[in-house]
């Protein structure tokens, strides 16, 4: 799996890293991973950073993603936050568009300045 998470406590916020190759059983993987990690509470803002992956998900992949957090819906009740490339962008602020439905708190962004911030935190 391409994917690592950290989780920041004092700022109640996750973030899962995509690295390389992934897929779409490698991305649920790692949403599922996270929840069940012991130091992750659902209420946390995650961010998911896409930056670095090597994949270009198409609009059932996102869906895919989609229906998977629904079912983990009690796992995630913060914000999740998905930085992106410019190419996979569009794709992904139609699906936040279309999470209201589902009541999921999902938006899109390009800008790293919250990584910037949270890992600054660290040092």
Same mark, same amino acid.
């Given at each position: *799996? @391409?994917? %690592?998470?950290? +989780?920041?406590?004092? %700022? =109640?916020?996750? +973030? !899962? =890293? ?10 649920? $993987? $790692? *949403? ?5 990690? =012991? ?8 961010? !998911?950073?896409?930056?670095? #992956?090597?994949? &270009?998900? &198409?609009?059932?992949? +996102?869906?895919?993603? /989609?229906?998977?957090? %629904? !079912? #983990? /819906?009690? @796992?995630? @009740?913060?914000?999740? &936050?998905?930085? %992106? &490339?410019? =190419?996979v962008l569009p794709l992904i602020k139609m699906t936040a568009t279309m999470e209201a439905v589902y009541n999921i708190n999902l938006k899109a962004a390009t800008e790293s300045e919250i990584l910037n911030n949270l890992e600054n935190?660290? /040092?």
């Amino acid at each position: *799996m @391409s994917y %690592s998470h950290k +989780i920041y406590r004092e %700022s =109640k916020t996750a +973030i !899962v =890293k995509a690295n390389g190759p992934i897929d779409l059983r490698s991305s649920i $993987a $790692a *949403m599922k991973a996270l929840a069940k990690d =012991k130091n992750f509470d659902p209420h946390f803002n995650v961010i !998911v950073d896409l930056r670095q #992956m090597d994949f &270009t998900p &198409t609009a059932a992949d +996102i869906f895919a993603i /989609k229906d998977s957090l %629904s !079912v #983990m /819906k009690s @796992s995630y @009740s913060g914000e999740i &936050t998905v930085l %992106s &490339t410019e =190419k996979v962008l569009p794709l992904i602020k139609m699906t936040a568009t279309m999470e209201a439905v589902y009541n999921i708190n999902l938006k899109a962004a390009t800008e790293s300045e919250i990584l910037n911030n949270l890992e600054n935190q660290e /040092k």
